[in-house]
């Protein structure tokens, strides 16, 4: 069966686990492209186009979070991924939570990165409303020009910028309204694994950032009826 997202995939069988990267709003997959590089090396690295992004298709309507959860199981499905790592960016992260909320069983870690699991007020759902009915009439270009040093730091390399500036005017208008609009509509809740001394990870639009010394989140004590890892 062919699937509906459009993907990268990359990397050779090895016997670490696959890495899956799902895209922030308004970008694509190609926003992955140096974590891509880097990981594909060692392990096979699955990075969809989420519907209505990069070379997937649009459908009409309202996208929930939880039918772009639905597309990347059916992907990982068609590709025979069966244990994962999963990465999310912004509204990825929440895609991400709601991937765990449905297939759980199936991911082996979790990357929330730039994100939020809190339920959309009444006052951020109008916002999306607002800009999906301007994005709709106007496009993506004007909108790009305005929140592209918000995306990016103003003094990142000229290339990052132009690459995340072409990522938001190549979206459909069509298609970024639908989950502009939907937002998370419910608390969203996700294992608490301790912190791990292991690499960081930046997206290519930080790339030119000094990373900050990382602060504990707060975190809720488990159940004991699941172990921890």
Do not use: N
Request: charged content about 25%; some cysteine.
């Amino acid at each position: 069966m062919t699937p509906f997202l459009a993907y990268e995939d990359k990397g050779a069988d090895s016997p670490l686990l696959p890495l899956v990267l799902i895209h922030g709003h308004p970008f694509d997959r190609t926003m992955w492209a140096p974590q891509v590089a880097a990981f594909a090396a060692e392990r096979r690295v699955v990075a969809p186009d989420l519907r209505g992004y990069g070379a997937s298709p649009v459908t009409p309507g309202r996208t929930p979070l939880s039918r772009f959860a639905e597309d990347v199981e059916d992907l990982l499905d068609t590709l025979g991924v069966d244990r994962f790592v999963l990465a999310g960016l912004s509204m990825g992260g929440q895609i991400a939570l709601e991937c765990y909320a449905r297939f759980g069983d199936r991911v082996r870690g979790l990357v929330l990165a730039d994100t939020s699991a809190a339920p959309e007020t009444s006052a951020g759902k109008a916002a999306r409303a607002a800009m999906a009915d301007r994005l709709l009439v106007e496009g993506l270009r004007g909108y790009a020009d305005e929140v592209l040093e918000k995306m990016v730091a103003p003094y990142a390399d000229p290339e990052v910028k132009a690459h995340v500036h072409r990522m938001m005017t190549a979206t459909s208008p069509e298609g970024v309204p639908r989950p502009c609009a939907a937002g998370p509509t419910a608390p969203t809740t996700a294992p608490c694994w301790p912190r791990s001394p292991s690499r960081r990870w930046w997206s290519s639009a930080r790339t030119t950032r000094t990373p900050r010394s990382p602060r504990p989140a707060p975190c809720t004590p488990r159940s004991p009826t699941r172990p921890s890892r």
